[in-house]
C-alpha cells in the first residue's frame, strides 16, 4: 500500500544529543514536509523540499537540519541547538501539481529529551 | 504573526446535532484551504477542502463555507456522530506549481457525546 513511514514512534535521547528522525513515502510524490506538534498546539511548519536535492525553511528551522538525496526520503536531524526538542513530529508529502494540493501525513514520531 | 486562527479551542456537541467548526485568516494570497481531523498520536488525515473560486464544498456529512471578503471558512459535521470526536486543524495554501506549504490554526477538539 502506498503511504509515507515515519521511525520509530517514540523516540528517546538525552540532552544535548543530535537525533534523526525518519521519513520515507512511496506515494511518488515531489514535494515532502516537516512539521511539529505541540500539546495543544497546531502544526508548525520546520523544513520543506520541493524536489530532490533541494529544501528550504519553514517557520521554524532553527535547530534543525534535513537532506533529500532520494526523492522518498526526506530525513530530519534535531541538532542539539534545539532548545525545546521534546515534541510530536510529522512528516508530510504532497504531489506537485496546480490541481491537487492535499497533503499525506504520516503517523507521526514523538520525540522526548531528557 | 498566526496567519489561521481558530479561535474556539474545543467544541462539545450532542450526537445527532450539527458540529460548526471555525476558522480566520490573514493571508489574502491563500486560494485552497483543507480541514484535517487529528487522533491523539496520529498523522492528521485529510477531510474536504475547498478551492477560493468555489463558496461552498459537501462531501456527505461534510460541507465547508467559505466567505473571502471576511476571510473565514466554517466546517459543518451533520449529523455528528461519536466518532467524529478528534481534534480538526483548518490549513490553508497558495497553491503554486512548485507544490504547496500548508499553514495550519491551532485547531480545535471536538466532542461528541452520545
Known amino acids: 500500500d502506498g503511504g509515507i513511514t515515519q521511525s520509530p514512534k517514540y523516540l528517546f535521547r538525552k540532552e544535548g544529543q543530535n537525533v534523526t528522525l525518519s521519513c520515507e513515502q512511496n506515494?511518488?510524490?515531489?514535494?515532502m514536509y516537516w512539521y511539529r506538534q505541540d500539546p495543544g498546539q497546531g502544526l508548525r511548519l520546520i523544513y520543506y523540499?520541493?524536489?530532490?536535492?533541494?529544501?528550504q525553511k519553514g517557520d521554524i528551522a532553527e535547530g534543525y537540519s534535513v537532506s533529500r538525496e532520494k526523492k522518498e526520503s526526506f530525513p530530519l536531524t534535531v541538532t542539539s541547538a534545539q532548545k525545546n526538542p521534546t515534541a510530536f513530529y510529522l512528516c508530510?508529502?504532497?504531489?506537485?501539481?496546480?490541481?491537487?494540493?492535499?497533503?499525506?501525513f504520516g503517523q507521526g514520531t514523538r520525540l522526548t529529551v531528557v | 504573526d498566526q496567519q489561521v486562527k481558530q479561535n474556539s479551542p474545543s467544541l462539545s456537541v450532542q450526537e445527532g446535532r450539527i458540529s460548526i467548526l471555525n476558522c480566520d485568516y490573514t493571508?489574502?494570497?491563500?486560494?485552497?484551504f483543507l480541514w484535517y481531523k487529528k487522533y491523539p498520536a496520529e498523522g492528521p488525515t485529510f477531510l474536504i477542502s475547498?478551492?477560493?473560486?468555489?463558496d461552498k464544498n459537501e462531501d456527505g456529512r461534510f460541507t465547508v463555507f467559505l466567505n473571502k471578503s471576511a476571510k473565514h471558512l466554517s466546517l459543518h459535521i451533520v449529523p455528528s456522530q461519536p466518532g467524529d470526536s478528534a481534534v480538526y486543524f483548518c490549513?490553508?495554501?497558495?497553491?503554486?506549481?512548485?507544490?504547496?506549504?500548508?499553514?495550519f490554526g491551532g485547531g480545535t477538539r471536538v466532542l461528541v457525546k452520545p
Open positions: 508530510a508529502s504532497s504531489a506537485r501539481t496546480l490541481l491537487n494540493t492535499e497533503a499525506f
Open positions: 506515494l511518488n510524490h515531489d514535494a
Open positions: 523540499s520541493q524536489i530532490v536535492n533541494d529544501f
Open positions: 493571508n489574502s494570497m491563500f486560494d485552497y
Open positions: 475547498i478551492s477560493s473560486i468555489k
Open positions: 490549513a490553508a495554501s497558495v497553491i503554486q506549481a512548485a507544490g504547496n506549504k500548508l499553514t
